[in-house]
């Protein structure tokens, strides 16, 4: 069976970092597309940030220059790391594998993979 499970969220106040990280069984990260979703209370899920299977990046425009994905192959682990962070990204955050890079991943249902998300709030 494959799991897909996030962790690394918490309560930070504005201006501070964390790392989440993405963990996979039952199948290798190296083998598919990563990509990063939020979803805010009573907001939409949105598109965060992807690594390619040959580890190109891409970034939501609200993201740029302060998100930054990797992955550690041996680890078999997916990293989001989350610099300088403004109350605006308090959300569930969600690591899927699948087929796509990118944004269209979630509308991939068949072919991707979810985990059951992590709790970032952000205080001023």
């Known amino acids: 069976q494959v799991q897909v499970v996030e962790s690394g969220g918490g309560l930070v106040q504005a201006g501070g970092s964390l790392r989440l990280s993405c963990v996979a069984s039952?199948?290798?990260?190296?083998?598919?597309?990563t990509n990063w979703f939020r979803q805010a209370p009573g907001k939409a899920r949105k598109f965060v940030a992807a690594?390619?299977?040959?580890?190109?990046?891409y970034y939501s425009d609200d993201v740029e220059g302060r998100f930054i994905i990797s992955r550690d192959g041996a680890k078999n682990t997916v990293y989001l790391q989350i610099n300088n962070l403004e109350p605006e990204d308090t959300a569930v955050y969600y690591c899927?594998?699948?087929?796509?890079?990118?944004?269209?991943?979630?509308?991939?249902?068949?072919?991707?993979?979810w985990g059951q998300g992590t709790q970032v709030t952000v205080s001023s």
């Open positions: 899927a594998a699948g087929s796509v890079f990118g944004p269209a991943a979630i509308r991939d249902t068949e072919n991707t993979y």
């Open positions: 039952g199948l290798t990260f190296g083998n598919y597309h």
């Open positions: 690594i390619s299977r040959k580890d190109s990046s």
